[in-house]
């Protein structure tokens, strides 16, 4: 049966520029690899997409109505269902000394902001800094592989991958999730070293704001912190 508006699915997926082949995004580590654009503070899995919800292309969100769970798809999208097509005023020229005042030394290929805009610098040379503020991918015709991995139907299954959209690098097996009372009270159990993490009252407020918004019937959240003791072990070792 085909995906439909609201179904959880979890996707994996790859985009190129269609002129060179080159990928600019993966959700596959492998690839990542092979392609030079790897980076160790990313995570490489299927990512959590609400069917009509969650921002995507507009030409993969049509392909995906159109999916089942286990295809594989490539879509094409040109320009101007992607980034947009290059605007050459958007290319502006500015002194160095503006980068001098804030103590940073520009470099060609540096991502910067510049009023709150993000700018790429394409060339630096006799004292000025010429900068992109297009998107990098401006006027590139994709090509975007996708595979929808699984349908999520269970609620415990779609409450773990919410969870690890505000925690990315959690393992949804490492998510304890009890829906109790008919769907009243949503128990959650984070993994132990959750709790070492900065603002994780803010982090747990965010989850249980999410949960609610997407799960209405929902009147209570816990969030039960267990920590397990091994004394025994430690005896026996030192014995």
Known sequence: MALQKGDYVLLDY??????????????NEEIAKQ????????VYEPVLVIVGETKLLEPVEEALLKAEEGQELTVEV?????????????????SIREFYRIGKIPKVGDTVEIDGQQARVIDVSSGRVTLDFN????????????????????????????????????????????????????KIRLPVETLLLERIGMIKASI???????????????????????RGQEQKTQT
């Open 78 to 94: 040109p320009p101007e269902k992607g980034f947009g097509e290059r605007d050459p005023k958007k290319v502006k020229t500015i």
């Open 14 to 27: 790859t985009i190129l520029t269609k002129d060179d082949n080159r990928i600019v995004q993966t959700t």
């Open 35 to 42: 392609a030079g654009i790897y980076s160790p503070d990313n």
């Open 208 to 230: 249980a704001e999410e949960i609610s918004r997407r799960f209405p019937n929902v009147e209570k959240i816990i969030f039960e912190d267990v920590i397990e003791l091994k």
């Open 135 to 186: 998107h990098p991918l401006a006027g590139k015709t994709l090509i975007v592989r996708f595979k929808v991995v699984k349908k999520l139907e269970k609620d415990e299954d779609k409450i773990r991958y919410l969870i690890k959209r505000i925690l990315p690098h959690l393992k949804p097996e490492s998510i304890s999730v009890e829906i109790l009372d008919g769907g009243k009270i949503i």
